[in-house]
């Protein structure tokens, strides 16, 4: 018997033994299972503005893991040798929530990110976790791609303190050719978690020729402005060849710069540039006064001058979550 | 065969290709899952936890 999944968009078919897209969700017997419950591929503990959040308990450690396999088949992936992989050929180490919560107290970290490939396949690892990490006091925070079904999505999210969310393009043509997705429940994903009460920030990884022109900047900045509010911090990503992408070189400094530029032209309060150094593109400046808040050093922050999550000079409210 | 025996064996042979048909349809229906259960263990190799304490070299 055949049975369908219904947690992405995708809305595999899976006949009977066959896994669905994402290679982790399997037909046993007309069940659907999930093969990597407990088993994370990857746990380590990373500073958060790795994930990258810059507006999210700014230099703290953050227990982050993440299982074999992904929805999407990102030809640009820059983790495809644990996204596309197949359970069966990738190594894991036993990690049930009950454990996972106790190594994140271990580790002194105050938050746990679901992270790396795409925590919506290994759903229900990440629910049954961040729900029991909530229980204990922690935090969670979600590292996605945001290509999920709306009900699970808003079940999740009641457990999800800080997301950073991949808008990789404001073009449901480039959705379908480079990621085999689509644009619509990106957005509404986009939406519902901002509406969700979490702090959300937003990943967009600029490729050169595909999604670097002006217009195509301008579009997305003013989309997040009207639909996630102008305090929505965003970060340009730099692109690096790889997976299947290796015909395109990495993106320059000068199109981060004016992605920036752009972005925050078009009213944007708070935006970066990732993936490089870059000396005001890492900062987080006051939108009022233009009082440096918060310097940060690749990952490291070197200095925080918020006062109760406020401007110092003129008082104004930062968004984020800062304690 | 009285008439009555007639409509008996009718009725009965409508129940059976009726029967069929659902057996057929719930076959051909797939059944839906938002959440998926739980396999007792992981189809591939189990590594230990190790050190855990350093960044991923993984993007995120
Ligand atoms: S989560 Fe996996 S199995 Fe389920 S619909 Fe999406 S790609 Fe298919
Ligand atoms: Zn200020």
């Known amino acids: 018997m055949q049975v369908q999944c219904e947690l992405c968009p995708k809305n595999c078919l899976i006949g009977p033994g066959q896994s669905g897209e994402c290679r982790v969700r399997i037909n046993i017997d007309g069940v659907l299972r999930t093969v990597v419950y407990g088993y994370p591929c990857s746990i380590s503990v990373d500073p958060v503005e790795k994930k990258p959040l810059f507006h999210f308990l700014p230099g703290t450690p953050i227990l982050s893991i993440a299982t074999v396999g992904c929805n999407l088949h990102c030809r640009n992936c820059q983790n495809w040798e644990i996204s596309q992989a197949n359970p069966e050929d990738t190594p894991a180490a036993l990690c049930p929530p009950e454990r996972l919560v106790q190594l994140t107290r271990e580790q002194a970290c105050p938050s746990i990110a679901y992270t790396y490939t795409e925590p919506i396949i290994y759903y229900e690892y990440t629910y049954d976790s961040a729900r029991l990490a909530r229980e204990a006091g922690m935090r969670n925070v979600l590292v996605t791609a945001g290509y999920v079904n709306e009900q699970p999505w808003r079940q999740l999210l009641e457990y999800v303190d800080a997301a950073n969310i991949d808008l990789k393009a404001i073009s449901d043509e480039f959705y379908q050719r480079v990621c085999s997705a689509t644009l619509k429940p990106v957005q509404d994903a986009l939406v519902a978690a901002k509406a969700s009460g979490a702090l959300v920030e937003v990943t967009h990884l600029i490729i050169p020729t595909l999604n670097d022109q002006s217009e195509q900047l301008q579009q997305l900045s003013r989309w997040i402005k009207t639909n996630m509010g102008a305090e929505t911090p965003l970060h340009f990503s730099r692109f690096f060849p790889k997976y299947k992408m290796l015909n395109l070189p990495p993106t320059s400094l000068k199109t981060l710069d004016t992605a920036r530029e752009i972005a925050m032209e078009e009213g944007l309060q708070y935006v970066y540039i990732g993936n490089i150094r870059s000396k005001q593109g890492q900062n987080t400046y006051c939108p009022e006064c233009e009082r440096l808040l918060i310097e940060r050093s690749g990952y490291i922050v070197l200095q925080n001058n918020l006062k109760d999550g406020r401007c110092p000079d003129c008082s104004k409210e930062i968004y984020g979550v800062w304690k | ?60």
């Not at chain 2, 009726?18 to 051909?28: N, R």
């Not at chain 2, 230990?48 to 995120?60: E, F, M, R, T």
């Open chain 2, 1 to 60: 065969m009285t008439r009555r025996g007639f409509f008996h064996g009718v009725a009965g042979a409508a129940l059976a290709i009726l029967l069929g048909a659902a057996w057929l349809v719930k076959k051909a229906v797939p059944r839906r899952f938002t959440r998926a259960h739980r396999l007792p263990a992981y189809p591939g190799p189990v590594r230990p936890l190790g050190n855990i304490s350093k960044p991923a070299k993984w993007s995120g």
